[in-house]
């Protein structure tokens, strides 16, 4: 089964117990009449899913009503269906999820995934050899370097974040430097031409030990001490 259909079947029983919180009214049932499941196919794909006929009649016997499969080309047409009402529950990546509550606000998460080493997602992190640059606001008189605009941890999460925090850092601020790929923008603090780089590590719940992964064990892969950073 694709990794999607399986996002699907282990999100059915949240989906199931949602809507066991309605069974009080007999009739919710009939007030939607057909329960629409939005759905991205694969690149390439049109709107075929492999597996697809199989997951409808699980959805239709566990919900005991009529479900049908809408196949998005992409996650923008995806949020617009949701938006406008064509679809009653889907799957998003975490950015889609994010854009699709921008746009209407009219989702609501149900369930976040987790991957084995226990991360729920992403945190974006400054990080600096030696203690080039101090704090946040003496970013200004260094070097820093950026991944490409539409990476999410390596840009596009951090300018949110120092917006937020009134940090002026625009994205054509001039001690800012953004490489063409992330690992472009490792390379640069590894070799001496950037002071810090914004980069990324797991996130995880509260409690729990981080686990091993992004920017900051990639510079270790790359020769940096951790201890350095």
Same mark, same amino acid.
């Given at each position: 089964?694709? #990794?999607?259909?399986? +996002?699907?079947?282990?999100?059915?029983?949240?989906? @199931?117990? +949602?809507?066991?919180?309605?069974?009080?009214?007999?009739?919710?049932?009939?007030?939607?009449?057909?329960?629409?499941?939005?759905?991205?196919?694969?690149?390439?794909?049109?709107?075929?899913?492999?597996?697809? %006929?199989?997951?409808?009649?699980?959805? *239709?016997?566990?919900?005991? /009503?009529?479900?049908?499969?809408?196949?998005?080309?992409?996650?923008? !047409?995806?949020?617009?269906?949701?938006a &406008?009402?064509?679809?009653?529950?889907?799957?998003? !990546?975490?950015?889609?999820?994010?854009?699709? !509550?921008? $746009?209407?606000?009219?989702?609501?998460?149900? %369930? +976040?995934?987790?991957?084995?080493?226990? +991360?729920?997602?992403?945190?974006?992190?400054?990080?600096?050899r030696?203690?080039?640059?101090p704090?946040l /606001?003496?970013?200004?008189? =260094?070097?820093?370097? /950026?991944a #490409?605009?539409?990476?999410?941890?390596?840009?596009?999460? #951090? @300018?949110?974040?120092?917006?937020?925090?009134?940090? &002026?850092a625009?994205?054509?601020? #001039?001690? @800012?430097? =953004?490489? &063409?790929s992330?690992?472009?923008?490792?390379? /640069? @603090?590894?070799?001496?031409?950037?002071?810090?780089?914004?980069?990324?590590?797991?996130?995880?719940?509260?409690? $729990?030990? &981080?686990?091993?992964?992004? *920017?900051?064990?990639?510079?270790?892969a790359a020769?940096? !001490?951790?201890?350095?950073?």
């Amino acid at each position: 089964m694709r #990794p999607a259909l399986k +996002a699907f079947a282990a999100a059915l029983a949240l989906l @199931l117990d +949602a809507s066991c919180a309605n069974l009080a009214r007999a009739d919710w049932r009939d007030d939607i009449g057909t329960f629409r499941i939005g759905i991205v196919a694969e690149p390439g794909a049109g709107n075929t899913v492999p597996g697809l %006929a199989l997951l409808t009649d699980a959805y *239709t016997k566990a919900l005991g /009503m009529k479900v049908e499969f809408v196949v998005a080309r992409d996650y923008t !047409s995806l949020i617009e269906a949701q938006a &406008n009402a064509r679809i009653e529950y889907a799957i998003y !990546s975490a950015t889609a999820y994010a854009a699709a !509550s921008e $746009r209407c606000g009219c989702v609501e998460p149900l %369930a +976040a995934p987790l991957d084995s080493g226990g +991360a729920i997602g992403i945190r974006s992190v400054l990080l600096t050899r030696d203690g080039r640059v101090p704090d946040l /606001m003496a970013m200004a008189v =260094h070097r820093v370097v /950026m991944a #490409p605009f539409d990476s999410v941890g390596g840009a596009l999460l #951090p @300018l949110a974040g120092l917006a937020a925090d009134g940090v &002026n850092a625009a994205e054509d601020a #001039p001690f @800012l430097t =953004h490489a &063409n790929s992330a690992a472009a923008a490792e390379a /640069m @603090l590894v070799e001496g031409e950037a002071d810090a780089i914004f980069g990324w590590i797991p996130a995880v719940a509260e409690g $729990r030990p &981080n686990p091993p992964g992004g *920017t900051v064990a990639r510079l270790e892969a790359a020769g940096l !001490s951790k201890s350095s950073l």
